[in-house]
């Protein structure tokens, strides 16, 4: 009898067993699961098809590294002029369909940003991005209330323009990142308020230095989100393991340094966010 007929009827035998002999071969352990993640084909300091590069790139091999999985890039074409926080184009319905297991930087809360895609549920928060305070000047005040009576250079239709009248400043509209920062620059304005990751990894491309984020700065709760993760909310034991390799990242201090390589400044995830009622509290004094 063939050694493949008898090999292949040992397996028949044992009905509930994992019989995996192939006739005339050794049993090999199965491939892990490729770990696939959405990113935007445009949409630095995050992610950039061109040249492969981003934070979020990074981060996701670290996570496919921490958990021994393969990672497969899954870009999606994208408006790289979005300004605001919570208007973007996340590729949530890929997500949804199954064409990826993840998107990263997903801002909170889930009721907000996930509100259209039921199928959808957010990790624990890894970090905080805010709205940074800017200027030219190296003893520059590093609170928001220290803009009353100041131009200050903000990028038009962002939270940016409610937080400087919140705060009695005269908000200096731009329409662009760069022409906010140009502005900057001229002394047009005496301070800027923009948005710290964009910000950052165009600051961290220039040559000129004479301008960045003002130091000891604390970004009040109106200007300020936690980022988290987005998975299908069936797969809980993935977004688990996802919770643990970030947090593993974030207390080894090499989330910090991914962010640093762009120039993006990150906090801790905040204690309290952009609401109405932080936007409230600023303008009260509060």
């Not at 934070?55 to 899954?74: E, G, I, M, Q, S």
């Not at 369909?97 to 199928?119: E, F, N, Y």
């Not at 920062?181 to 005496?190: C, F, M």
């Amino acid at each position: 009898m063939a050694t493949g007929l008898v090999a292949g009827r040992k397996c028949l035998g044992a009905a509930l067993t994992a019989c995996a002999v192939l006739a005339g071969g050794a049993t090999q352990a199965a491939e892990p699961a490729a770990l696939k993640v959405c990113l935007l084909s445009h949409n630095a300091p995050y992610s950039t098809r061109d040249d492969e590069r981003g934070f979020d790139l990074d981060t996701a091999k670290a996570v496919a590294a921490a958990l021994k999985r393969p990672l497969v890039l899954v870009w999606t074409d994208n408006n790289p002029h979005i300004d605001e926080i919570d208007d973007s184009d996340f590729p949530v319905h890929k997500l949804a369909k199954g064409a990826c297991d993840v998107i990263l930087s997903m801002p909170g809360p889930a009721s907000d940003t996930l509100r259209d895609s039921p199928k959808l549920a957010l990790g624990e928060n890894y970090y905080g991005a805010a709205f940074e305070l800017l200027s030219c000047d190296a003893a520059a005040p590093n609170r928001l209330r220290s803009l009353r009576g100041k131009t200050v250079a903000i990028q038009s239709q962002t939270v940016a323009h409610f937080a400087a009248l919140s705060v009695k400043a005269t908000p200096s509209n731009y329409f662009s990142l760069d022409a906010a920062l140009e502005g900057l620059r001229k002394h047009d304005t005496e301070a800027a308020l923009l948005w710290g990751p964009t910000t950052g990894w165009r600051l961290n491309n220039d040559k000129d230095k004479t301008c960045g984020f003002v130091a000891g700065y604390e970004p009040p709760a109106a200007v300020r989100w936690n980022l988290s993760f987005a998975t299908r909310k069936d797969d809980e034991g993935l977004r688990g393991e996802i919770d643990a390799a970030l947090m593993a990242l974030k207390n080894s201090g090499e989330l910090k340094a991914i962010a640093a390589r762009y120039g993006v400044p990150i906090h801790a995830p905040f204690g309290e966010t952009y609401s109405l009622r932080a936007l409230n509290d600023l303008q009260q004094g509060r």
